[in-house]
């Protein structure tokens, strides 16, 4: 099978179980395909410093950590990040900050879409 561009779109806050298993989903795809994680809106919380676990949820380190080894991209819309003033927690993995057009033509261009 040949390789595909896939983007998942995290668009939805971090407190529910969604984000965990889009990542899930995100890291066996990066296995035969080119991965795109996008973070918008309400989703650039995941990236802070927040304890998931306090609410029940399960971390997603080790999601992010298998996502930078495997080559999948990390992506933050610019505007998302500034209209909530939030800054990002250091994951040891490059996490790119980009604005709205660029997002849109990364959606674009992809062949499949997943959107959480």
């Not at 779109?9 to 296995?31: D, I, T």
């Not at 809106?41 to 304890?51: E, F, G, H, Q, S």
């Amino acid at each position: 099978m040949a390789k595909k561009k896939v983007a998942v779109v995290l668009r939805s806050n971090p407190f529910s179980w969604k984000v965990f298993e889009a990542l899930r989903q995100a890291v066996g795809a990066a296995m035969d395909h080119d991965v795109s994680v996008i973070f918008i809106r309400d989703a650039v919380y995941t990236l802070t410093d927040w304890k998931p676990q306090l609410i029940g949820i399960e971390p997603i380190d080790k999601s992010i950590s298998a996502l930078g080894m495997m080559g999948g991209k990390l992506i933050v819309e610019e505007e998302s990040l500034r209209e909530r003033g939030i800054k990002l927690k250091d994951w040891g993995v490059e996490i790119d900050i980009e604005p709205k057009e660029e997002i849109c033509e990364l959606i674009k261009d992809a062949e499949v879409v997943l959107t959480w």
